[in-house]
T-cell receptor, first 114, second 114 residues
């Protein structure tokens, strides 16, 4: 596989469930990102990792817990979510954290919280 | 805080015609990058074109070109000879030189009529 992949593509969960989203990049990049895309709103940056270290947390509620075991993999652990957390969650990666590097996006996970 | 505004929620164009999507941004920085991303219905976001703020020359990529007006903080995307495959959501994005916190606009949905 090439590029940035995300699993699952669709997820429906109850508010008491615990689930995880997975992202894998096959580009040899060092930085990875989680974004939330809600309808008719700009993409919201959630977390940034650089060389497995978290460099940014944009005031994301603790019910979202990221994990980056290595530069190629990024997880988003979910627990006790709210219906307003339903959205498309996008993962992205870039070669470096700053400079002119482009971010490459995965196809996203469509999350529905019942 | 940097903000990105796309004032056209929806646009339509006839196949083979030209369309321009608008984007303005607000920043006090002098070094930054601007991007146009395309998100087709399959949802994988892909880069269309990128512009470095220090470059006066407008970026072009085949049928896609930008009109970058730094003083006016305007960054419009022109699509020439529109094709059915150009139908998608288009997002304008901004990032400062030393920070990979990408700021996105709310998007413009482009419809291409055959």
């Amino acid at each position: 596989e090439t590029g940035v992949t995300q699993t699952p593509r669709h997820l429906v969960m109850g508010m008491t469930n615990k689930k995880s989203l997975k992202c894998e990049q096959h580009l040899g990049h060092n930085a990875m990102y989680w974004y939330k895309q809600s309808a008719k709103k700009p993409l919201e940056l959630m977390f940034v990792y650089n060389f497995k270290e978290q460099t940014e947390n944009n005031s994301v509620p603790s019910r979202f817990s990221p994990e980056c075991p290595n530069s190629s993999h990024l997880f988003l652990h979910l627990h006790t979510l709210q219906p307003e957390d339903s959205a498309l969650y996008l993962c992205a990666s870039s070669q470096e954290l700053a400079g002119p590097d482009t971010q490459y996006f995965g196809p996203g996970t469509r999350l529905t919280v019942l | 805080a940097q903000t990105v505004t796309q004032s056209q929620p929806e646009m339509s164009v006839q196949e083979a015609e030209t369309v321009t999507l608008s984007c303005t941004y607000d920043t006090s920085e002098s070094d930054y990058y601007l991007f146009w991303y395309k998100q087709p219905p399959s949802r994988q976001m892909i880069l269309v074109i990128r512009q470095e703020a220090y470059k006066q020359q407008n970026a072009t990529e085949n049928r896609f070109s930008v009109n970058f007006q730094k003083a006016a903080k305007s960054f419009s995307l022109k699509i020439s000879d529109s094709q059915l495959g150009d139908a998608a959501m288009y997002f304008c994005a901004y990032r400062t030189y030393n920070n990979n916190d990408m700021r996105f606009g709310a998007g413009t949905r482009l419809t291409v009529k055959p």
